[in-house]
């Protein structure tokens, strides 16, 4: 359409100028000679070869030069155009794959922080269960201990006062060459604790 009224205007401008020329030419009894185009005899046929010419080229340049060419400048602009909107598609597909991507890795943080939270809650729960394990293990063998050492304990002061009866048996009978009771030995045994 631009070349169209850009050939239109040079139309018009020639014209003009065929006219400006016809308007100067000199006057009928001028010097022949000079230049032949601006003998005025021959404007009439230059005017028509000018325009002829003109309109020739006008109807070529308009239906077989100028349509391929406008045909070529609007496959780029077309082009141009597909290219700028596959681009800003990328650039949406990008933008979704990235926002994707942050969500994706979010969520994996997100994730590892919960494994990681359950982790260490199952190992305290193991760690506690072995502690109160270790701990009842502990209490029992303490208690066991306790007893043995209560019995062991009780053994001894029976070994003791076994050994005192017998002492005292032996005493008694060397001083007094006789034998006193198992009554008699307790009661000294007892009043003799009691002193200390």
């Not at 401008?13 to 005899?41: H, K, M």
């Amino acid at each position: 359409m631009t070349m169209k009224r850009w050939l239109q205007a040079g139309a018009a401008s020639a014209l003009a100028l065929a006219g400006t020329a016809l308007a100067a030419a000199p006057a009928e009894g001028e010097a022949e000679g000079g230049l032949p185009q601006l003998n005025t005899e021959t404007y009439a046929s230059q005017v028509f070869w000018l325009l002829l010419a003109f309109i020739v080229l006008y109807v070529l340049m308009s239906r077989v030069f100028l349509p391929p060419i406008g045909n070529i400048i609007e496959e780029r602009r077309q082009r141009i155009a597909d290219d700028f909107d596959k681009a800003a598609e990328f650039k949406r597909q990008a933008e979704e794959a990235e926002a994707a991507y942050k969500q994706a890795l979010a969520d994996a943080r997100a994730r590892a922080s919960r494994i990681a939270q359950e982790t260490r809650d199952q190992i305290d729960a193991e760690i506690k269960a072995m502690q109160a394990e270790t701990d009842s293990k502990l209490e029992a063998e303490i208690a066991a201990a306790e007893a043995r050492i209560a019995e062991t304990s009780a053994k001894a002061a029976e070994a003791v006062r076994e050994a005192a009866r017998e002492t005292t048996r032996a005493i008694v009978m060397a001083l007094i060459d006789e034998q006193p009771s198992d009554d008699a030995i307790d009661a000294a045994i007892r009043a003799a604790g009691g002193a200390r």
